[in-house]
T-cell receptor, first 113, second 117 residues
Framework: AQSVTQPDIHITVSEGASLELRCNYS??????LFWYVQSPGQGLQLLLK??????LVQGIKGFEAEFKRSQSSFNLRKPSVHWSDAAEYFC???????????FGTGTRLKVLA | EAGVAQSPRYKIIEKRQSVAFWCNPI?????LYWYQQILGQGPKLLIQ????????DSQLPKDRFSAERLKGVDSTLKIQPAKLEDSAVYLC???????????????FGQGTRLTVV
């Protein structure tokens, strides 16, 4: 069965520092992978997605993620965090064929000024 | 392009009452999802429609939850009767997909925050 694990419930970084949010997935075939961000009281906004091809994916707001099949991971990175990046981040895996999305439990990011 | 519209944004009801949520997906999107997001958790899929047919409702508590998609466009999710543990944000999402297409993404509405007291 598909599953997504986000090991870090909370992460705190200083503004300007680099960021890496971890995501591990379990899926039998090549997955479709997504990172979404959710600000308080808002819906989910897509940051980036991986379907195939280049394993390093660029997204909006300066985010990138790397698909590593051998590690079943799809970690999200940003070289320099801004205070406005404080939000909750969700990794999701989509099943080919059914297009069913499974979300992780999320990582809440706090940014210190 | 207009996004996914949901209403109401907020709803407070007493337990055992009924409630309905409405979703209007992005025009032309064949797939529609309803997710339940309990505070501190990731969204959990309740039901997935492809046009007006149900693809997956395995996690929908069918004794109290029901959903329909009218003419393959708008959708309503109903809870009757509500329980305290139904307090959550209910997110609707849609995606442009047809069987056999390889890539898509889901666009989410802002959600309906339900509080059951």
């Amino acid at each position: 069965a598909q599953s997504v694990t986000q090991p870090d419930i909370h992460i705190t970084v200083s503004e300007g520092a680099s960021l890496e949010l971890r995501c591990n997935y379990s899926y039998g075939a090549t997955p479709y992978l997504f990172w979404y961000v959710q600000s308080p009281g808002q819906g989910l906004q897509l940051l980036l997605k991986y379907f195939s091809g280049d394993t390093l994916v660029q997204g909006i707001k300066g985010f990138e993620a790397e698909f590593k099949r051998s590690q079943s991971s799809f970690n999200l990175r940003k070289p320099s965090v801004h205070w406005s990046d404080a939000a909750e981040y969700f990794c999701a895996v989509g099943a080919s064929g059914t297009y069913k999305y499974i979300f992780g439990t999320g990582t809440r990011l706090k940014v210190l000024a | 392009e207009a996004g996914v519209a949901q209403s109401p944004r907020y709803k407070i009801i007493e337990k055992r009452q009924s409630v309905a949520f409405w979703c209007n997906p992005i025009s032309g999107h064949a797939t529609l999802y309803w997710y339940q997001q309990i505070l501190g958790q990731g969204p959990k899929l309740l039901i997935q429609f492809q046009n007006n047919g149900v693809v997956d409702d395995s996690q929908l508590p069918k004794d109290r939850f029901s959903a329909e998609r009218l003419k393959g466009v708008d959708s309503t999710l109903k809870i009757q009767p509500a329980k305290l543990e139904d307090s959550a944000v209910y997110l609707c999402a849609s995606s442009l997909v047809a069987w056999g297409e390889k890539s898509t993404e889901a666009f989410f509405g802002q959600g309906t925050r339900l509080t059951v007291v």
